[in-house]
């Protein structure tokens, strides 16, 4: 059974760097089968694509936080990481961590989320 | 980016019914399209994929259709367990986008 678990940080403070990871059991992320993906959903609201990683280190963003993130594998420890730098309460949100098909393009298997606070 | 229109935004339903959930994308995704299930405090579920294709482990009371740019889930003999929102999501672009969600009430 695939799990993927989020880890870091609940409160950061604004302009900080806003980090994250998701150690995932049950799959390897060299698969290439997968892709790695981070999603996250502010309080009441919708759902943001932030962006994906691929087992080759190929990289994917959302154009709207393009400058400022950074998705990452740690393929020793079967994790991968989210860095949102120079963060605002805007980013004030429940973040998960998902796998999404390479050939069926959808999202199998998410994280449980972790709320991340941006506040002074 | 491809803007997803979930109507309605949210719909109560007696045990059951048979509801329907329409998405409109803006532009023409052929089948990339995904349903998603969330229950509060809770991760999405994946209910149906490429717009009709239902997920291993999901009721067949859901049932998803459309092609294009209008898609709809529909969800036969409504059951208290099926409260929730559902999101359709695009996967036509990389840039996956979400329709705002439909909150499910049983009644």
């Known amino acids: 059974q695939v799990q993927l678990q989020e880890s870091g940080p609940g409160l950061v403070k604004p302009s900080q760097t806003l980090s994250l990871s998701c150690t995932v059991s049950?799959?390897?992320?060299?698969?290439?089968?997968?892709?790695w993906t981070w999603i996250r959903q502010p309080a009441g609201k919708g759902l943001e694509w932030i962006g994906r990683?691929?087992?080759?280190?190929?990289?994917k963003y959302n154009p709207s936080l393009n400058s400022r993130v950074t998705i990452s594998l740690d393929t020793s420890k079967n994790q991968f990481s989210l860095k949102l730098t120079s963060v605002t309460a805007a980013d004030t949100a429940v973040y998960y961590c998902?796998?999404?098909?390479?050939?069926?393009?959808?999202?199998?298997?998410w994280g449980q989320g972790t709320l991340v606070t941006v506040s002074s | 980016d491809v803007q997803m229109t979930q109507s309605p935004s949210s719909l109560s339903a007696s045990i059951g019914d048979r509801v329907t959930i329409t998405c409109r994308a803006s532009?023409?995704?052929?089948?990339?399209l995904n349903w998603y299930q969330q229950k509060p405090g809770k991760a999405p579920k994946l209910l149906i994929f490429g717009a009709s294709s239902l997920q291993g482990g999901v009721s067949s009371r859901f049932s998803g259709s459309g092609s294009g740019t209008d898609f709809t889930l529909t969800i036969s003999n409504l059951q208290p367990e099926d409260s929730g929102t559902y999101y359709c999501q695009q996967s036509y672009r990389t840039l996956f986008t979400f329709g705002g969600g439909t909150k499910v009430e049983v009644k």
């Open positions: 990683i691929y087992m080759s280190g190929s990289t």
């Open positions: 049950g799959d390897s992320i060299s698969s290439a089968s997968y892709y």
């Open positions: 532009q023409r995704i052929g089948t990339f």
């Open positions: 998902a796998r999404d098909d390479y050939d069926g393009y959808y999202i199998d298997y």
